[in-house]
T-cell receptor, first 113, second 115 residues
Framework: TQLLEQSPQFLSIQEGENLTVYCNSS?????LQWYRQEPGEGPVLLVT?????EVKKLKRLTFQFGDARKDSSLHITAAQPGDTGLYLC?????????????FGTGTKLQVIP | NAGVTQTPKFQVLKTGQSMTLQCAQD?????MSWYRQDPGMGLRLIHY???????DQGEVPNGYNVSRSTTEDFPLRLLSAAPSQTSVYFC??????????????FGQGTRLTVV
């Protein structure tokens, strides 16, 4: 089983601050996804990165896939209370279908107004 | 659009009882799966299906059964509930043919407590 470690596990910040969440593995992935999960809901896809070194921006969120395709980061600029939730990364290997996707342990973010 | 619908949202069971968690999707997705989510452990795959009549085991299948008689429905059965099965359960679906780079759609989850 490929493991995905996320850090930090918990993060509590004030509105307006910047933050970065990390997703690391010793395994190489063909693609990596980031999901956000709000309390009482299922995860919802934010982005998929597929190329080593790729950077994708989604409004105030910036996602980067590591050059070696083993890690990824999520940077949030000027965090807002609406960003509160659990952030999960999910890595897909080069072979196998969706059943081979590995989910990270999650980063729980709280943005205080 | 309904997407992925799970029922019930909450359930309390006594040890040894059995029950079925329901999951239905209206997106004509080939791939459906069940995960359990426990604190600090992420989402772990229980069982999955790549189409009607086809199911297989995931990472943590013991104590659970599934069937896939139609494309839309993928119920998860707990045979004899144990306290270790206390968790939040998520059903998900996606387009199998386009591979794991495509989006997985999740239901709202079922919070199960076994006492």
């Amino acid at each position: 089983t490929q493991l995905l470690e996320q850090s930090p596990q918990f993060l509590s910040i004030q509105e307006g601050e910047n933050l970065t969440v990390y997703c690391n593995s010793s395994s190489v992935f063909s693609s990596l996804q980031w999901y956000r999960q709000e309390p009482g809901e299922g995860p919802v896809l934010l982005v998929t990165v597929v190329t080593g070194g790729e950077v994708k921006k989604l409004k105030r969120l910036t996602f980067q896939f590591g050059d070696a395709r083993k890690d990824s980061s999520l940077h949030i600029t000027a965090a807002q209370p609406g960003d509160t939730g659990l952030y999960l990364c999910a890595g897909a290997p080069y072979s196998g279908g969706y059943q081979k996707v590995t989910f990270g342990t999650g980063t729980k973010l709280q943005v205080i107004p | 659009n309904a997407g992925v619908t799970q029922t019930p949202k909450f359930q309390v069971l006594k040890t040894g009882q059995s029950m079925t968690l329901q999951c239905a999707q209206d997106m004509n997705h080939e791939y459906m799966s069940w995960y359990r989510q426990d604190p600090g452990m992420g989402l772990r795959l229980i069982h999955y299906s790549v189409g009607a009549g086809i199911t297989d085991q995931g990472e943590v299948p013991n104590g659970y059964n599934v069937s896939r008689s139609t494309t839309e429905d993928f119920p998860l059965r707990l045979l004899s509930a144990a306290p270790s099965q206390t968790s939040v359960y998520f059903c998900a679906s996606s387009y199998e043919r386009t591979g794991p780079r495509t989006e997985a759609f999740f239901g709202q989850g079922t919070r199960l407590t076994v006492v």
